[in-house]
């Protein structure tokens, strides 16, 4: 089945660039999605890449996709304390049925 | 208008009661799902509807039941549940998915399910 892996902390200081990988194994030509969840809460898209493209950015993220090695990174400039969080990766599920798999998720601490 | 709302926000239940949570969108999205999320876990998919059709049960037990009355409402029955089910249930929607092609899901904040 899938399998989608990102390491599960980082901590950065404030202003910092912070980066977070996830590696998958499926291979479906489609998005591939970052959300985000604060503490009780739940998912908020974040941000995508089509698995054509090697890079995105929108504002202070930056999206980079090397679809070679199944390897996609989330890239947050300028880190501030409200990035902390934990940041899930979602590429394609199996199947057609639009389902996601998410990886662990990466808890992103920000010290001032 | 991105909103996906869950009623309710929290809930306490016995193992004998029977409650349901409510899920409701107005995006026109015709694709909706079921998570649940336990502490410190990603969100794992339950159920998925498709046009108020059942298209994935990922072996669920019978306990939950869901149930798609109308596009912009997803509902999830519970009934005789266990102290492991606590968890936060979180419900999505989405544009149906096209054969290789996965919409972005937009996700209500959660319910909090307590099982005592």
């Known amino acids: 089945g899938e399998d989608v892996e990102q390491s599960l902390f980082l901590s950065v200081r404030e202003g910092d660039s912070s980066v977070i990988n996830c590696t998958y194994t499926?291979?479906?030509?489609?998005?591939l999605y970052w959300y985000k969840q604060e503490p009780g809460a739940g998912l908020q898209l974040l941000t995508y890449i089509f698995s054509n493209m090697d890079m995105k950015q929108d504002q202070r993220l930056t999206v980079l996709l090397n679809k070679k090695d199944k390897h996609l990174s989330l890239r947050i400039a300028d880190t501030q304390t409200g990035d902390s969080a934990i940041y899930f990766c979602?590429?394609?599920?199996?199947?057609?049925?639009?389902?996601?798999?998410f990886g662990k998720g990466t808890k992103l601490s920000v010290k001032p | 208008d991105t909103e996906v709302t869950q009623t309710p926000k929290h809930l306490v239940m016995g193992m004998t009661n029977k409650k349901s949570l409510k899920c409701e969108q107005h995006m026109g999205h015709r694709a909706m799902y079921w998570y649940k999320q336990k502490a410190k876990k990603p969100p794992e998919l339950m159920f998925v509807?498709?046009?108020?059709?059942?298209?994935i049960n990922e072996s669920v037990p019978s306990r939950f039941s869901p149930e798609c009355p109308n596009s912009s409402l997803l509902n999830l029955h519970l009934h005789a549940l266990q102290p492991e089910d606590s968890a936060l249930y979180l419900c999505a929607s989405s544009q149906v998915a096209q054969t290789g092609l996965n919409y972005e899901q937009y996700f209500g904040p959660g319910t909090r399910l307590t099982v005592t």
């Open positions: 499926d291979s479906s030509s489609t998005y």
């Open positions: 509807y498709s046009y108020e059709k059942l298209s």
């Open positions: 979602a590429p394609p599920g199996r199947g057609s049925q639009g389902n996601l798999i």
